[in-house]
């Protein structure tokens, strides 16, 4: 069982830079690849980025290519999502995805029987 728990969303303004982070527990979370999500109100959940369980791989959304980057440290089970140059349209909740040795594009394409989910944390992009 992993416990995924979200950190770092807060209000900033266009242009501006922040990170968010993902702290697991609970597992052996150096065989769960993990992906970030966000959900804007009204608006569907969508994939935003992610990172293979054994940090050599990457995908990512066409909307974030560029300004974002996805990172892993399995020593002391985090991931995190550094978001440079943010948009207004970034703002959303963001939520962290786990799920045992799957690929980059399995994640992020499909949804898993197990998968491992946090509750999200709030960033709020001003113009």
């Known amino acids: 069982q992993v416990q995924l728990v979200e950190s770092g969303g807060k209000l900033v303004q266009a242009g501006d830079s922040l990170r968010v982070s993902c702290q697991a527990s609970?597992?052996?979370?150096?065989?769960?690849?993990a992906a970030w999500f966000r959900q804007a109100p009204g608006k569907k959940r969508e994939f935003v980025a992610a990172?293979?369980?054994?940090?050599?791989?990457?995908y990512y959304t066409d909307s974030v290519k560029g300004r974002f980057t996805i990172s892993r440290n399995n020593a002391n089970n985090t991931v995190s999502l550094q978001m440079n140059s943010v948009k207004p349209e970034d703002t959303a909740v963001y939520l962290c995805?786990?799920?045992?040795?799957?690929?980059?594009?399995?994640?992020?394409?499909?949804?898993?029987?197990?998968?491992?989910w946090g509750q999200g944390t709030q960033v709020t992009v001003s113009s």
């Open positions: 995805r786990a799920r045992y040795l799957a690929t980059v594009q399995e994640i992020a394409l499909y949804e898993g029987r197990f998968d491992y």
């Open positions: 609970g597992g052996a979370f150096s065989k769960y690849t």
């Open positions: 990172i293979a369980w054994n940090g050599r791989s990457t």
